[in-house]
């Protein structure tokens, strides 16, 4: 052995991650990473790491096997703005109608109502016209 004085305490196992070379008494400090991820067993946070799951856990660092790929997403309003019903795949509504639109399209057909209006109108004048007997001079 070695004279008490000179004993260092520390991790004597050389699979650890903190194995201390100069130890010479074990002190229990030994830290392991068994799955080898770069993270010590006892920092090891279970969890689903998948990003694309919808229960993903960004600070997971070993998979536990529970990563949810359902579709089903729960919507916080059961209405949209018109009234209906939300898609149940996604929670979305139908867009809103801009009323300024709706306005500029009444607009534009009541113009081509006059106009054809005026059409007609003058098709009406020319018939009457060319129709119209004609008076010889005298």
Same mark, same amino acid.
């Given at each position: 052995?070695?004279?008490?004085? =000179?004993?260092?305490?520390? !991790?004597?196992?050389?699979?650890?991650?903190?194995? #201390?070379?100069?130890?010479?008494?074990?002190?229990?400090?030994? =830290?392991? =990473?068994?799955?080898?991820?770069?993270?010590?067993?006892?920092?090891?946070?279970?969890?689903?790491?998948?990003? *694309?799951?919808?229960?993903?856990? /960004?600070? #997971? *660092?070993? =998979?536990?096997?529970? !990563?949810?790929?359902?579709?089903?997403?729960?919507?916080?309003?059961? /209405?949209?703005?018109?009234?209906?019903?939300?898609?149940?795949?996604? !929670?979305?509504?139908?867009?809103?109608?801009?009323?300024?639109?709706?306005?500029?399209?009444?607009?534009?057909?009541?113009?081509?109502?006059?106009?054809?209006?005026?059409?007609?109108?003058?098709?009406?004048?020319?018939?009457?016209?060319?129709?119209?007997?004609?008076?010889?001079?005298?």
């Amino acid at each position: 052995g070695v004279i008490d004085a =000179d004993e260092v305490l520390g !991790c004597t196992n050389s699979t650890a991650n903190n194995f #201390a070379l100069n130890a010479t008494d074990e002190d229990g400090s030994c =830290d392991y =990473d068994l799955d080898d991820d770069g993270v010590i067993d006892a920092d090891e946070v279970l969890g689903c790491t998948n990003s *694309t799951a919808n229960n993903f856990a /960004l600070n #997971a *660092t070993d =998979d536990d096997g529970t !990563c949810d790929y359902s579709n089903a997403v729960a919507c916080t309003e059961d /209405l949209c703005w018109d009234g209906s019903a939300r898609n149940p795949s996604d !929670c979305s509504c139908p867009a809103e109608v801009n009323k300024s639109d709706t306005t500029s399209n009444k607009d534009e057909a009541e113009q081509e109502n006059y106009l054809w209006i005026i059409l007609i109108a003058l098709l009406f004048l020319i018939i009457i016209f060319r129709l119209r007997p004609k008076h010889e001079e005298e």
